[in-house]
């Protein structure tokens, strides 16, 4: 389903893995001080400068976590480019622990389900009156009004604003999520999802992020003054217990020795960088509308399409021709494969989300014609998610190690 609220110029986000390393080329000068010191900040829409917007390119890794961390690295010292390359990391610290937890995500899908079909009436029109930006506080109005128009909010205003949503306006978290990932041109199901908790205090039990009136104030430099927001919340508890972190899915790597097709996701944009055997042949697998069961915004679909067209452009040299397989049924997926004469598909491994619940339902499709899908784990992810198993801090200590161990200074 298409949603047919206004949406922001493609031009402003050109989905292209040129864009997105001419985007880190001009921000490696403000990666050291300049960041750490203004990044809280959130100027509005038309000053982005204090802050890299690179999120909707690394999240398909059109440019990847490495690229950016080697960028800050390259200009700046370990000391200087540290707070820069701790957000690099946390997106990845994110990634493993939902991993190594999904049950959360199921959990997730299962709240959003039941938030999205309330037979609640006030609670579904106080829900509509939040996404449309009809709630009478004003910077939460704005920041919704930003987020549809844009597809962009600035971290601290995603703090800001799930805060407000969970503990003024005491809205579902998981609607909220829904809503963040319907329109996110960054959309994850890690970053989102576990951003949320973290707001609402499910993260870390007990330690929840309560918005301050004069910290909006500040850090959007005056442009705010919310004298009504719910200070003193409590955080929210649930009865649902994520556990202990288990190790990482098991997958199946490529056989060498067998006839491969390379499929494409919104998961890993450069598959010309991924340790890849011969290949029969290639595709794009395209699911924006599996974000959620509500229309997905066409600037999210958009990015997503050209995205993949510009991989399949990048790997066509490789593979030869590239089929787009927009939305397709299982069964497509499994016929396509089988007419190019493979007997695996070949992806990057992918991680908990709507794509992985989608290939999840294709798998007996995929048995039933003899194909085996085999899946390849970027050296980074390897490398870091054995630490995301409570809280950041684990990984935090481990940064200069793994900047040794990854080779990532010059
Ligand atoms: C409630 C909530 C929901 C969020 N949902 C998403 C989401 O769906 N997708 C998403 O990519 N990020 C999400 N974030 C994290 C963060 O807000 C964005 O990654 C960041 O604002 C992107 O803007 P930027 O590229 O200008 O960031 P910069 O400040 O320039 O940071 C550089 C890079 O570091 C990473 N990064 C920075 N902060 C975070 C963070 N807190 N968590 C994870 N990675 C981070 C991103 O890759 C970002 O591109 C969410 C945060 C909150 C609080």
Redo the contacts with the bound molecule.
């Keep these: 389903m298409q949603d047919n609220t206004p949406q922001p110029a493609a031009s402003a986000w050109p989905a292209t893995r040129t864009e997105g390393l001419a985007r880190i080329a001009a921000f490696t000068p403000h990666m050291g001080h300049d960041y750490a010191s203004r990044?809280n900040y959130d100027l509005g829409p038309d000053k982005?400068g204090n802050?890299?917007?690179?999120?909707p390119y690394?999240?398909r890794r059109l440019i990847t976590e490495e690229e950016?961390v080697r960028a800050a690295l390259s200009a700046h010292s370990p000391a200087e480019a540290e707070k820069?390359v701790q957000?690099?990391f946390?997106?990845t610290y994110?990634k493993g622990w939902l991993e190594r937890r999904p049950s959360v995500w199921a959990d997730y899908v299962r709240g959003r389900d039941a938030a999205l079909t309330t037979q609640d009436r006030r609670l579904s029109k106080a829900v509509t009156a939040a996404e449309e930006g009809r709630t009478g506080i004003d910077c939460f109005d704005a920041w919704a009004e930003e987020l549809v128009g844009t597809g962009y909010l600035?971290?601290h205003a995603?703090?800001w604003f799930?805060s407000i949503w969970i503990f003024t306006l005491q809205l579902p978290w998981q609607s909220g999520a829904d809503f963040?990932?319907r329109h996110?041109l960054?959309?994850?199901p890690a970053?989102?999802t576990l951003?949320?908790r973290?707001?609402a205090g499910l993260h870390t039990k007990g330690k929840h992020y309560a918005a301050q009136g004069w910290n909006v104030a500040k850090f959007t430099s005056q442009r705010f003054h919310p004298a009504d927001l719910n200070e003193t919340a409590e955080p929210l508890e649930e009865a649902f217990d994520p556990g202990a972190a288990r190790p990482t899915r098991s997958f199946m790597p490529p056989d060498p020795a067998r006839p491969a097709v390379l499929l494409i996701t919104e998961e890993d944009c450069h598959p010309e960088t991924l340790n890849l055997p011969t290949l029969n042949g290639a595709a794009t697998l395209q699911l924006s509308a599996e974000r959620s069961p509500l229309p997905v915004s066409g600037s999210v679909t958009r990015f997503d399409r050209a995205a993949l067209a510009d991989a399949a452009t990048r790997i066509a040299a490789i593979s030869g021709e590239v089929t787009a397989l927009n939305a397709p049924r299982p069964r497509d997926l499994a016929d396509w494969a089988t007419r190019a004469g493979a007997t695996q598909i070949v992806t990057s491994f992918i991680p908990q989300g709507p794509v992985r619940d989608w290939l999840n339902t294709a798998a007996p499709a995929l048995a039933e014609a003899g194909m085996t899908l085999t899946e390849i784990q970027r050296e980074w992810d390897t490398a870091v998610w054995p630490f995301a198993t409570a809280g950041f801090f684990k990984v935090k200590k481990k940064i200069p190690h793994l900047i040794e161990d990854l080779n990532l200074a010059p």
């Design positions: 990044r982005r802050v890299s917007v690179l999120s690394i999240r950016a820069y957000e690099i946390w997106r994110w600035h971290n995603r703090m799930a963040f990932l996110l960054d959309g994850d970053s989102n951003g949320w973290w707001v």
